[in-house]
Every structure is written in structure tokens, then in C-alpha cells.
């Protein structure tokens, strides 16, 4: 698509006719400055006289058409004859191959189906409508430089175009330019709003220029695959899926976003350098599968599920201190090496499961730790969470480097908490209430269980401790691990329930032995 800007620019003109008749020829010389009728009328005779049909809507037509020097195939259509129904005109399949709308203000009729036309000229026309051209096919070259307004459908499926400019167009309406697969380049300085699906599946396009734009809609460059820059200025708000699988896309700068959709830039798999200074809320996957090493979002106090899922290399994250909840599986599968979120109340399932390089967290404040919230983190050596009383099912499962446990708080293990933590030996838990089925599962070196807090017999299940040395298993020969429970309370583990048969387990403790554990 090639785009005009001067009106007085006959060679820019003429460059045009040349695009699609392929020839220099049939170009007038002598029209160094012509007005814009005889431009639509040079442009006309040039086109018409290298074969190309051309359909012309205009006023001065008739003046023109006595002045025809040249064989020519050209549809005269005064436009106080124009009709609605421009079906009257171009039907599928129609030989027409240019349009000219010299005196048009708005191209609101159907040039859809127009599967040969080439080349549109409009140079007053301040409205694309809906549709206008939809599926024109073979449009590769519109002049619109006065456009205002695309409305929805009205370029899509044109699968011949490769460039747009548009430099006073300030509205792009959904699908306006979807599937339009040849589309390489799209500059549209004035424009405010992209509305979805507009530029979905231009595969060819590179980069985007959209300076004045404040809002992206939904799906809006979703499969631009080819597209390595997005540079949004103003920008506020960017919808759902907007540019997801932008595979090549290695840079975005938003600083004036706030918000941005769910899936907005998912399976953007080159994505390494993302600037939202501003942002206060991300939706779910919102960058999952990126290539981010740093998620710097100072002012975030929301973030969704999955937000930054299987992020492979993001290290280091920044969000608001006021953020206090992270979602489910948010950081799940990324490159984090340490975790320290000293405001953190809540953390989601498996918000950073799989993270495999993660060696320590320390979450001060935090009162649950979610279903797999660090399951799989095979790294994992440390943990620090003083406030926490709930571990949910799985939460440390298969953390294999997890060597020792100290939660001093915690009343509640749930299913699986820390089952195939291999290397696990230590686990103090003073005041827990209740160790659930299979909660140590296959933690082969776990020899000493801390109890000594509880008010009463902690509640546990047949096979709490299968697998492990207190239940009975002994990777080595004749160890076997304990359980330290208080003084006042040991004969009352010894009788009760599941733990009467693992009772040569129980060890009871003095409250100054209590008094002089470090943990």
C-alpha cells in the first residue's frame, strides 16, 4: 500500500500509476502542478491507457472524458448518479482494477469481492466505512492521506497490501486490517484506538508506530509474528491477547500503561525487555512463555494467575508494596534464585512451582502456603515463614535439596506437603495440630520431627510418615528417626491413634531441653 501525503506530488502520482501498471509509460509531463482533478485525471489516464479498467466517481468525468487522447476502459460515474449499492458497480469477479473518489468525503459504499482491483485514490476521503474493502485481494496501493476514520472490516482479507499510512487517521475499528498477510509496515501517528482484531494475522509486519494511541484493543496484533518493536508512548490500556504469539517481538515500551489484558502478550517467546513504569494491573498470563530476565512493575498491586508463567529466565521481579496476594501459578516455571517478599500474606498454588533454580525463600509475613506453591523446586534449601500456620497439599512436594524445615508457627500440613523431599532430615514444627495422609511420603531421610508447642496429640493418618525413617524406612541400616513431643504430653502420644505403632519413635522432651532448641 503505497501512501501519499502531498497532494501536488505528480511524480508521487505517477510512482503510483507505475505500481500497478508496471510501465512508465502513459505518464503526461507536462502536468508539473496539477490540481487534484487533474491528478484524478492523469491518474485515470494513465491507468486506463496501460489496460487497467478504472472506475471513477467525479464530478468533472464528463470534461475529462472529451478529452481522451489515449484507447482507453474507463467507467465514468458522475456522483449525483452514485449509488448506494456499489454492488451496482463492482461485482465479484469484476475485471475493475482502480478506484478514484477524487471528491469523496467518505468511501461508506461496499468495494468488497473487488478481487482485482490494484489501486484505491481518495485523497479527500476522510471515511474508510465498514467493509469498504474487505477482501479486495489484490489492493496493494491506497491513497488516503485525509482518512480520519477506518471503520471495522474495512481492509480485511486485502492480502496484497504491505504498507499503511494514514497520518490523520485517529480511530482503527475492529478487524479493520485482520488476515491482510503482505502487511509490513503500519504508521499511523494520530491514531488514539486500535479496536480488536484490527491487526490480527498480518504476519509480514515488522513495526508498528503508534505515538498518539492511548488504548489497544483485544486481540488486536494477535500472530504478528513477525513484529520485533512496539513503541506506545501514551498508552494506557491494553486488552486481552492483544499481541499474543508476536514470536519475534523483543521490546515493549508502555510507560504510561496501567493496565494490561489477560494473555496480552503471551507466547511472545522473544520478549526480553518489557517497560511499564505505570502499570498497576496485569491480568492472568498476561506475559506467560516470555523471555523476561526482569519484571520491574514498581507501581503493580495486581497481578493474575499465571502472569509470568514459564518465564525460563526471569530472575528478579518488582511489584508495589501494597501488593500483599500473588495468584495462582504466577511465577510458575521461571528462573528465580531467590524470593524475598516481606509483605506477602498470601501466595496462590503453585505460584512458583517448577521455579527449578530457586534456592531460598523467605516470606516473613505470609499466614498460608498454597496447594504446589513451590512444588518441584528441586533447588529449594531454605524456607523462612515465621507467620505461616497453613501448608497446604503438595506445597514443598519433590523440593529434593530441601534439607531442613522450620515453621514455627504452622498448625496445618496438608496432603503430600512435603512428600519426595529426599533430602529432608529436619522438619520443626512445634505447634502443629495435624500432619495429613502421606504428608512426609518418601522423605527418606527424615529423622527428626519437632512437636514440642502442642497443646495435644498432633492428629495424623496410617501412612504420615510412609516411607520415611520414623515410619519405619531405613535407607541405611539400622537408622530410624524421632518424634519430640513435650514432656506432659508423651504417654498420651504413646496410646493414641496411628501413634502407638511408632512409639519406640517418640521422644520426650523437659521444657528446658525445649527451652534451649535453635533452629
Not at 303 to 312: H, I, N, R
Not at 405 to 414: D, W
Amino acid at each position: 500500500m503505497l501512501a501519499v501525503t502531498d497532494e501536488s506530488s505528480y511524480s508521487t502520482i505517477a510512482h503510483m500509476i507505475r505500481l500497478c501498471a508496471g510501465t512508465s509509460d502513459g505518464i503526461r509531463p507536462s502536468m508539473m502542478a496539477p490540481s487534484i482533478h487533474a491528478l484524478s485525471m492523469d491518474f485515470i489516464d494513465g491507468m486506463a491507457m496501460n489496460g487497467l479498467r478504472v472506475l471513477a466517481f467525479s464530478s468533472v468525468v464528463s470534461e475529462y472524458g472529451n478529452a481522451v487522447r489515449y484507447p482507453v476502459d474507463v467507467v465514468y460515474t458522475p456522483l449525483s448518479e452514485m449509488r448506494s449499492n456499489i454492488s451496482y458497480y463492482i461485482k465479484p469477479g469484476d475485471s475493475i482494477r482502480a478506484v478514484v473518489l477524487p471528491e469523496l468525503a467518505s468511501a461508506c459504499w461496499n468495494f468488497c469481492h473487488g478481487a482485482m482491483l490494484e489501486m484505491v485514490y481518495a485523497p479527500k476521503c476522510t471515511h474508510a466505512e465498514q467493509g469498504a474493502f474487505q477482501y479486495c485481494s489484490a489492493l496493494s496501493a491506497v491513497f488516503m492521506p485525509a482518512c480520519e476514520y477506518v471503520g471495522s472490516y474495512a481492509f480485511q482479507y486485502c492480502s496484497a497490501l504491505s504498507a499503511v499510512f494514514m497520518p490523520a487517521c485517529t480511530y482503527v475499528g475492529s478487524y479493520a486490517f485482520q488476515s491482510c498477510s503482505a502487511l509490513a509496515t503500519a504508521s499511523l501517528p494520530a491514531c488514539t484506538s486500535v479496536g480488536s482484531y484490527a491487526f490480527q494475522g498480518c504476519y509480514a509486519l515488522t513495526t508498528v508506530s503508534l505515538p498518539a494511541c492511548s488504548y489497544v484493543g483485544n486481540v488486536a496484533f494477535q500472530y504478528c509474528s513477525a513484529l520485533t518493536t512496539v513503541s506506545l508512548p501514551v498508552c494506557t490500556s491494553v486488552g486481552d491477547v492483544a499481541f499474543q504469539y508476536c514470536s519475534a517481538l523483543a521490546t515493549a515500551s508502555l510507560p504510561a500503561c496501567t493496565s494490561v489484558g489477560d494473555y496480552a502478550f503471551y507466547g511472545c517467546s522473544s520478549l526480553a525487555i518489557v517497560s511499564m513504569p505505570a502499570c498497576t494491573s496485569i491480568g492472568s498470563y498476561a506475559f506467560g512463555l516470555c523471555d523476561i530476565t526482569n519484571a520491574y512493575f514498581p507501581a503493580c498491586e495486581s497481578v493474575g494467575s499465571g502472569a509470568f508463567k514459564s518465564c525460563g529466565r526471569l530472575s528478579q521481579f518488582t511489584f508495589s508494596d501494597t501488593l500483599t496476594r500473588l495468584s495462582d501459578s504466577v511465577f510458575y516455571g521461571c528462573g528465580l534464585t531467590e524470593l524475598d517478599l516481606p509483605t506477602m500474606e498470601s501466595i496462590g498454588g503453585g505460584a512458583f512451582g517448577c521455579c527449578l533454580s530457586l534456592r531460598s525463600v523467605s516470606i516473613p509475613a505470609c499466614g498460608t502456603i498454597s496447594p504446589y506453591t513451590f512444588g518441584s523446586c528441586a533447588a529449594l534449601e531454605s524456607v523462612y515463614a515465621p507467620m505461616c500456620r497453613i501448608v497446604d497439599y503438595d506445597a514443598f512436594q519433590m523440593c529434593s535439596s530441601l534439607g531442613k524445615v522450620c515453621l514455627s508457627m504452622c498448625e496445618f500440613v496438608g496432603l503430600y506437603a512435603f512428600s519426595e523431599c529426599e533430602t529432608l532430615s529436619i522438619a520443626y514444627l512445634p505447634a502443629c495440630s495435624y500432619l495429613a495422609t502421606s504428608a512426609f511420603y518418601s522423605c527418606h531421610n527424615l529423622v527428626s520431627l519437632y512437636l514440642t508447642n502442642v497443646n495435644s496429640v498432633t492428629t495424623i493418618s496410617s501412612n504420615t510418615f510412609n516411607g520415611t525413617p520414623i515410619g519405619g524406612y531405613s535407607a541405611v541400616a539400622g537408622r530410624f528417626g524421632s518424634v519430640f513431643v513435650p514432656e506432659s504430653l508423651y504417654s498420651s502420644f504413646m496410646t493414641a491413634r496411628y501413634w502407638s505403632s511408632i512409639r519406640t519413635r517418640i521422644v520426650s522432651m523437659t521444657s528446658s531441653e525445649i527451652e534451649t532448641l535453635e533452629f
